[in-house]
């Protein structure tokens, strides 16, 4: 029995490598065709000049349009085929500034109210620092990208457990279907449509493979009132998880 266990384990684990690779392949030799179709339409819109007409110039911008968002697809794609393969540095990080230094990013130009609390004891931590802030960023980027209210607000609170730090990030936004709740973590899948937001949805995919990666998890739920309540469980002590 243990035999026949080990020999599935094996196989799992070629399988997974396999599938990786096939992915790094497809998301690289693609970019090259893909990148071959924007030039030619540059080239087209230039060889017309003035005299074509409107349509035609939608149309050619339509077209780069999609070849952008597919590329940005493919690297989002690449990025989760790698997750458990990049960014592995463990140093030290002060959790409070680096979260601050998140919502600075987006503070010059999203028009969002942000309000941090943090009720922690221990600020310095050794982690997986590129990782801890990819996740935070993601979903910091959904409460803003889709939040279409006036008054828009996104609340971080952060509060320090015995084994981990839970980060709880919410906004007053319009919250997320309870039908399509199921489906976030899922690589592309988005709420709205991709010719309204301009995203991959690819964003909560990656995060949620980084946080099985570190032994954590992350968790989503309808705000009381509205909007969205993700609660990450970052852990203080990290044994990656391949």
Not at 47 to 66: P, Y
Not at 76 to 99: C, G, H, P, Q
Not at 161 to 177: C, R, T, V
């Amino acid at each position: 029995m243990e035999e026949s266990e080990k020999k599935c384990q094996e196989e799992l684990v070629a399988l997974k490598k396999e599938f990786e690779e096939f992915i790094y392949i497809v998301s690289h030799d693609i970019k090259s065709p893909m990148r071959a179709i924007s030039n030619i339409t540059t080239w087209i819109e230039e060889d017309l000049g003035s005299v074509v007409n409107q349509d035609v110039l939608t149309n050619l911008g339509l077209l780069k349009n999609r070849v952008y968002r597919l590329e940005n697809m493919m690297n989002a794609l690449l990025e989760l085929s790698r997750v458990d393969r990049t960014e592995l540095e463990f140093y030290e990080l002060n959790i409070t500034k680096m979260i601050a230094n998140c919502i600075d990013l987006f503070d010059r130009e999203s028009n969002v109210d942000f309000h941090f609390k943090a009720d922690i004891i221990n600020e310095n931590c050794v982690t997986l620092g590129v990782k801890m802030q990819k996740v935070i960023m993601s979903v910091l980027d959904n409460a803003v990208r889709f939040h279409h209210e006036e008054n828009r607000k996104v609340f971080i609170d952060i509060v320090e457990n015995d084994n981990d730090y839970e980060i709880k990030i919410s906004d007053n936004g319009p919250g997320i279907p309870e039908q399509a709740i199921h489906k976030i973590f899922s690589i592309f899948y988005t709420v709205n449509s991709k010719d309204i937001v301009d995203t991959t949805g690819a964003g909560l995919a990656i995060s949620c493979k980084i946080m099985k990666l570190v032994g954590g998890k992350i968790e989503y739920s309808p705000d009381v009132h509205s909007g969205s309540v993700f609660t990450i469980h970052w852990p203080k002590i990290i044994t990656l998880k391949n």
